[in-house]
């Protein structure tokens, strides 16, 4: 079973910066090989897509988080990144990783536990 593990929530000031990382935790099934969103869910609200990447590096954002998010791979270290800069206090939410790998017909949709952000204002 194909987990994913993100690292790297915590709390900071606003207009301060984390960046959040994400794996998965089989040595065989590398994240290189699968499109990764980046979702978050604040008390009380829906989960929402903050920013995604595909395998060959193209990459959206919620308007949200333009200009201050940046989403990002290192095929070399298996991890995706997401740097947050400028965070501010409606940044606070648990953020999860989200992967989706595509062989042919069939696709997989892999989910990380999350992990807390929280801005301080």
């Known amino acids: 079973q194909v987990q994913l593990v993100e690292s790297g929530g915590g709390l900071v000031q606003a207009g301060g910066s984390l960046r959040l990382s994400c794996a998965t935790s089989?040595?065989?099934?590398?994240?290189?090989?699968?499109?990764v969103g980046w979702y978050r869910q604040a008390p009380g609200k829906q989960r929402e897509l903050v920013a995604g990447?595909?395998?060959?590096?193209?990459?959206n954002y919620a308007d949200s988080v333009k200009g201050r998010f940046t989403v990002s791979r290192d095929n070399a270290k298996n991890t995706v990144y997401l740097q947050m800069n400028n965070l501010k206090p409606e940044d606070t939410a648990v953020y999860y990783c989200?992967?989706?790998?595509?062989?042919?017909?069939?696709?997989?949709?892999?989910w990380g536990l999350g992990t807390q952000v929280t801005v301080s204002s």
């Open positions: 989200n992967a989706e790998l595509v062989r042919g017909q069939l696709r997989y949709n892999y």
């Open positions: 990447i595909t395998t060959g590096g193209s990459t």
């Open positions: 089989s040595s065989i099934l590398s994240i290189n090989a699968m499109g």
